[in-house]
């Protein structure tokens, strides 16, 4: 079975720091990898999508890399600020049937003003 | 944002009745999926689509059923509410299928579903 691990579960720091969330997955034969960001009470937001021939991606203050052969991925931060406060999942895709990608439970992040 | 709508938003019903949610799109995309979201047991995939008409399992589909006529609605009924089945739900679309690479999927905002 497919597991994807995500450490620490919940993340403070001050306002400006840089900061690195980690993803693991067990199989390392996978298609995709997404990073999501999930406020309280809300769906989920695509960031990053990162494909089995890629080793990273970029979206303003977000890098996420993947290393497939160590079966992880890092989604960086640069300069939190307060808003980037959320929840922040992972999702690895394989070669199977459509949907069924395997989710992280998260790391809850808090930037402190 | 993908345009994904889902409704109702907030439910709460009794043990035994039969409720059905429903997921729109406006992204002509081809793939759709439910999800629920259960703390400890992270997002959940109940049941996906890859067209009109065709659906298949995922992993937690015991108690759940769907149908999609159109391609921008798919339903998702819970047959008979049982109190297990109180949690939040997420519809999900994607333009590519699972497994293959690209494959990035989109989320509406959720519907949180009470049974007493």
């Known amino acids: 079975k497919q597991e994807v691990t995500q450490i620490p579960a919940a993340l403070s720091v001050p306002e400006g720091e840089n900061l690195v969330l980690n993803c693991s997955f067990t199989d390392s034969a996978i298609y995709n990898l997404q990073w999501f960001r999930q406020d309280p009470g809300k769906g989920l937001t695509s960031l990053l999508l990162i494909q089995s021939s890629q080793r990273e991606q970029t979206s303003g203050r977000l890098n996420a890399s993947l290393d497939k052969s160590s079966g992880r991925s890092t989604l960086y931060i640069a300069a939190s600020q307060p808003g980037d406060s959320a929840t922040y999942l992972c999702a690895v895709s394989y070669n199977t049937n459509a949907g069924k990608s395997t989710f992280g439970d998260g790391t809850t992040l808090t930037v402190k003003p | 944002d993908a345009g994904i709508t889902q409704s109702p938003r907030h439910k709460v019903t009794e043990t035994g009745t039969p409720v059905t949610l429903r997921c729109h799109q406006t992204?002509?995309?081809?793939?759709m999926y439910w999800y629920r979201q259960d703390p400890g047991h992270g997002l959940r995939l109940i049941h996906y689509s890859y067209g009109v008409k065709d659906t298949d399992k995922g992993e937690v589909s015991d108690g759940y059923s769907v149908s999609r006529s159109k391609t921008e609605d798919f339903l998702l009924t819970l047959e008979s509410a049982t109190s297990s089945q109180t949690s939040v739900y997420f519809c999900?679309?994607?333009?590519?299928?699972?497994?293959?690479?690209?494959?990035?999927?989109?989320f509406g905002p959720g519907t949180r579903l009470t049974v007493l």
């Open positions: 999900a679309i994607s333009n590519k299928a699972g497994g293959t690479v690209g494959n990035e999927q989109f």
């Open positions: 992204e002509n995309h081809r793939y």
